[in-house]
């Protein structure tokens, strides 16, 4: 067993994550990441929000799911907005690791 | 009678699901505030979370205070909206499926949230659910840095405001 310790949050790379992502959901580019997945909810006209990419890394989910939505509300509607009931940024491997199976267009 | 037949005897019912909560947010609450023992305040508090959810979703429904939660997950109703929601994750102690069993049943009876308060909602639910899980449970943590006052202010806001997510 071994002891973890959380290490306060470093938020100097927001404003760059951010900016990347409200360009991704207006234009998608030709790099292969960010993916983003907005999954139906079992709820009926929910959608989970899922962003997949590898500079998530050393970033807490806290703070990753604060980005998303940000840019998420920068560039859609309230309606839309209120239509997430999840969002999540997780690294490649760890959607792996938690099961997560997904192609891009 | 030995204490897992004293636990055994008492109802688990809606009502007792309220005063339990009430007990465990004390308690973890005690624990929070402390750096030896955030991590458990933090387990703690997360089931306080969950309990407050599942209550406002069989609330929400109709159930009242004497009636058995087991015997609501366990009734064709519910079992039913389990399969159309699903759940990502833990099962029936999953904070997002609880969530969106709740608003999937308030859509469906067309008596949405209003929009601040659901958003609300949704905020402090993802709160808390990047701050917890149930495998907490098998892990040795310390809490150095204040993320953990962002959990506490989700937890507060949804045990103070519980009455507004089912009525």
Known sequence: MSRGHLLPVDTSNDADLLMTLEQEWKKPGESTEPILIEQPSGAEGYIRLYVLWAKWQSIPQQQRSRIIMESYKKTHSLDDLLNVTIAMGLTPDEAREMGLVWTTE | ?167
């Open chain 2, 1 to 167: 009678m030995t204490l897992r037949e004293y636990y055994a005897s008492q109802p688990e019912t809606l009502g007792m699901f309220e005063l339990a909560w009430e007990q465990r947010y004390l308690e973890g609450e005690r624990l929070l505030l402390t750096e030896d023992t955030r991590a458990g305040g933090i387990y703690l508090l997360g089931y306080v979370a969950e309990m407050v959810m599942k209550a406002a979703y069989f609330r929400f429904t109709g159930a009242e205070s004497e009636d058995r939660v087991l015997w609501l997950i366990e009734g064709k109703e519910f079992k039913d909206v389990a399969r159309q929601v699903g759940s990502p994750s833990e099962h029936n102690h999953s904070i997002e499926f609880w969530l969106e069993a709740l608003l999937n049943e308030r859509k469906r009876k067309n008596r949405t949230l209003p929009r601040h308060l659901q958003m609300t909602l949704q905020t402090y639910v993802q709160t808390i659910h990047n701050g917890w899980s149930v495998e907490m449970r098998y892990l040795a943590l310390q809490f150095s840095g204040t993320e953990w006052r962002e959990y506490q202010t989700a937890i507060q806001w949804l045990k103070n405001r519980h009455q507004t997510l089912w009525r």
